[in-house]
């Protein structure tokens, strides 16, 4: 059911959101600079595609898109859904041997994939 899917993608953003706030935590930091963009958002959700090993991802977020309403869509979970479609999309654009190398060495490949995204 498209509902418990979106709940579930809900959790996986309250779990991100909480470990940027831990992380944040014990720094002196002014709140109002702890703002994450969505650049940075991207990254996050292209670190967790790559290691969730959800098998036709692609096919479970396009049933949600499919089966949920305009409402939803334009809501912050539709945000969420975007996010993940975008961050798929991105992986798309490389081949098997990026993807490989990237679940290999983590976050630092997301970040260097995403800077020539952004470059071309």
Same mark, same amino acid.
């Given at each position: 059911e498209p509902r418990k899917k979106l709940r579930l993608m809900n959790e996986v953003n309250d779990s991100i959101l909480e470990c940027v706030n831990n992380f944040w935590k014990n720094l002196d930091i002014d709140e109002e600079q702890l703002v994450i963009a969505t650049d940075q958002m991207i990254l996050i959700y292209l670190y967790i595609v790559i290691r969730s090993k959800i098998v036709d991802l692609f096919a479970h977020l396009k049933y949600i898109t499919e089966f949920t309403t305009p409402y939803v869509r334009n809501s912050n979970l539709?945000?969420? +859904? /975007?996010?993940?479609? &975008?961050? +798929?999309?991105? +992986? @798309?654009? &490389? *081949?098997? !041997? *990026? $993807?490989?190398? @990237?679940?290999?060495?983590?976050?630092? !490949?997301? $970040? *260097? @994939? /995403?800077? /020539?995204? &952004?470059s071309s």
């Open positions: 539709g945000f969420y +859904l /975007s996010t993940y479609e &975008h961050a +798929l999309y991105t +992986l @798309m654009q &490389h *081949d098997k !041997s *990026d $993807i490989q190398r @990237m679940k290999e060495n983590g976050v630092p !490949s997301i $970040i *260097d @994939m /995403s800077r /020539s995204a &952004h």
